[in-house]
């Protein structure tokens, strides 16, 4: 079907046929130990359009037997076999990209448009480390006497991936498949709100031609299938993404087994805009860098920092932009879709009040809403929180909805100091004109990643990740492949 068909089939019927609604385990779709079932709700609407299986240990230690085995096999896969699998993969998620879309916006709740540019990028991860496959070559050394001497590169082994809601599609892949191109196997635990694309994802690698228990997926709970996986000391490395709290039990769990861990944490990220810079830029970027994805982003650009004598005009413009833009159910693809969950959407709300509580200015926005069309779905109107102190709870804390944060400055130190003013370091913007002051900024902001002109400049091949309370470890770009191999030394006496 077209993603015509498949959203018109869908509002008729509140479902979309032929969901997977299993665990993936060894090469097919099974279900879960205990029987027990999950439901899967439309933010959109606030109901329910399918169920799937809930996971337990039982269910986690079948797939990472399977992936244990499946990880001898695949990492004697020759590597440019790897390599032709991987493209093959890009091929047919770029075939099957409706379905994929279309699910992906339905289960996420975000716009079809951000839907397809999530699978879009997803199979050019595929394609980019299916081209780093067969060239993760060792070195020779030269001891200087006589001894031959040379390194290799080896896959660490059995890997986890622990899934967020906000991106289901994308950060799989940008885990899997560099796992995958360095030998590694896989076993991925997506968000309890969000299960379905990984479950089509490690069907569509086995048809691509990874073999089966390579990949397998377990839906669930983070408690009672999360936990099990990350404490299973057959995992070698664990790639996780979500919260700081979270986080830091991860690494907890993780530290007995010795286990190698990438995490991807929160974000409270500045878009620094200075007094020549162009004020329609300024606030375009920073328009998008927060309601893109209702805010769901961990580097969104939740802040703006600005100068005192830009504020005025790039807060006129970015109210006029927020009052605009048009939220909905994400299949009818509106400027904006809903938030994740009712349990999320309470969060943002908290966040707010408080804010309000505090005499915060709200410049726009500041209240739940629904879906102007139908009344229903989980939705935060586009809020912008002026003129905000350097220790207000709404610029060192996450809140991770549609809620910017506006504070000002005099001069650069001052914006420098504001910028690492709170516990994350992951995405910085500058806006200026000055290249000077561009590249001194980009030197001294604490960040993952900064960009100048253009907040969501970059793309796949560079790396991506935070420091501090952000997290560690680099995904994307050749940096990704980093936590999934290890370097082994060899020396022969001649």
């Known amino acids: 079907m077209t993603s015509d068909q498949m959203i018109s089939t869908y509002f008729e019927t509140g479902t979309l046929p032929d969901l997977p609604r299993d665990h993936f385990i060894d090469g097919a779709f099974v279900a879960a130990d205990s029987g027990n079932r999950m439901e899967s709700f439309d933010a959109g609407t606030g109901e329910a359009f399918s169920d799937f299986a809930a996971g337990t240990a039982v269910d986690v230690d079948r797939a990472v037997t399977s992936a244990a085995e499946g990880f001898e096999v695949w990492r004697n896969t020759p590597p440019a076999r790897r390599c032709a699998i991987l493209n093959e993969a890009a091929r047919l998620m770029r075939a099957e990209a409706d379905r994929l879309a279309v699910v992906e916006s339905l289960d996420s709740g975000k716009t079809l448009a951000e839907a397809q540019g999530d699978v879009a990028g997803s199979a050019r991860l595929f394609e980019y480390y299916a081209g780093a496959a067969d060239k993760l070559d060792g070195r020779s050394v030269n001891l200087g006497n006589g001894n031959a001497a040379f390194t290799l590169r080896e896959p660490v082994g059995l890997t986890a991936h622990i899934v967020p809601w906000n991106y289901p599609t994308s950060t799989l892949v940008r885990g899997i498949a560099p796992a995958l191109a360095a030998g590694c196997s896989a076993v991925v635990k997506p968000a309890e709100t969000t299960p379905f694309t990984a479950l089509m ?15 397998n997926v377990v839906t669930g709970t983070g408690i009672e299938a999360g936990a099990p996986l990350v404490t299973d000391p057959r995992v070698r490395h664990v790639t996780f993404t979500g919260s700081v709290a979270t986080g830091v039990g991860v690494m907890q769990n993780v530290a007995p087994n010795v286990t190698g861990l990438t995490l991807e944490l929160g974000g ?35 802040r703006l920092v600005i100068h005192k004598d830009l504020h005025a005009e790039v ?35 908290g966040h707010v009040e ?53 504070q000002t400055f005099a001069d650069e130190n001052e914006a420098l100091a504001l910028a690492n003013g709170t516990d994350f370091a992951l995405a910085a913007g500058i806006y200026t004109k000055d290249m000077s002051t561009a590249l001194r900024m980009a030197q001294r902001v604490d960040a993952g990643q900064v960009t100048v002109n253009d907040y969501w400049a970059g793309g ?13 470890g680099r995904e994307k770009g050749l940096e990704g492949l980093d936590a999934y191999t290890r370097s082994k030394s060899i020396t022969l006496a001649v």
């Open 460 to 472: 796949i091949e560079l790396p991506f990740g935070g420091n501090r309370k952000s997290g560690f």
């Open 201 to 215: 994802i490690a069907e569509l690698l086995l048809r691509a031609g990874v073999p089966a228990g390579v990949v």
């Open 268 to 302: 409270k990220s500045p878009l620094i805009a200075f007094a020549d810079a162009d004020p329609e830029a300024v606030a375009d970027g920073a328009f998008w860098a927060i309601f893109s994805n209702s805010g769901q982003i961990c580097s969104a650009g939740s």
């Open 354 to 406: 408080r804010a309000r509580a505090r005499g915060v200015e709200i410049a726009t926005g500041g209240n739940v809403a629904t879906d102007p069309e139908t009344g229903k779905g989980w939705f935060f109107e586009p809020t912008i929180l002026n003129d905000l102190a350097a220790s207000d709870e709404a610029v060192t804390q996450e809140i991770f909805g549609p809620v910017l944060a506006v």
């Open 315 to 349: 807060m006129d413009l970015l109210v006029r932009k927020a009052q605009a833009l048009r939220f909905g159910h994400g299949l009818r693809n509106p400027d904006m879709g809903a938030v994740n969950s009712e349990r999320h959407l309470e969060q943002i709300a």
